[in-house]
Nanobody, 122 residues
Framework: QVQLVESGGGLVQAGGSLRLSCAASGRTFSSYAMGWFRQAPGKEREFVAAINWNGGSTYYADSVKGRFTISRDNAKNTVYLQMNSLKPEDTAVYYC???????????????WGQGTQVTVSS
């Protein structure tokens, strides 16, 4: 099973940017699609973005389309989430996860990281 560790979260003002990273262990990283999800207090975990095994296909939630960009570097076993024009409603714990297929459904993701907190102040 792949081990995932997120980093890059923090406190930022509205309109600012952050780049999240998710480092994966193991030699099979390039065989997985990867996704980012987020969970705000009192809310269910929601899909943010996903990328296929070679970066050729991506999906985004409507709420982040045009502001967030998912990318990956298979040589570094890392997936990124560049977040621009951040809004207070983006405040949440952000998780990365692995999947055998490119999908937006949390149930299809097998391995999850521990999460990184993103807080956007108004």
């Amino acid at each position: 099973q792949v081990q995932l560790v997120e980093s890059g979260g923090g406190l930022v003002q509205a309109g600012g940017s952050l780049r999240l990273s998710c480092a994966a262990s193991g030699r099979t990283f390039s065989s997985y699609a990867m996704g980012w999800f987020r969970q705000a207090p009192g809310k269910e975990r929601e899909f943010v973005a996903a990328i296929n095994w070679n970066g050729g296909s991506t999906y985004y939630a409507d709420s982040v389309k045009g502001r967030f960009t998912i990318s990956r570097d298979n040589a570094k076993n890392t997936v990124y989430l560049q977040m621009n024009s951040l809004k207070p409603e983006d405040t949440a714990v952000y998780y990365c996860a692995t999947s055998r297929v490119l999908t937006t459904t949390p149930q299809n993701f097998a391995s999850w990281g521990q999460g990184t907190q993103v807080t956007v102040s108004s």
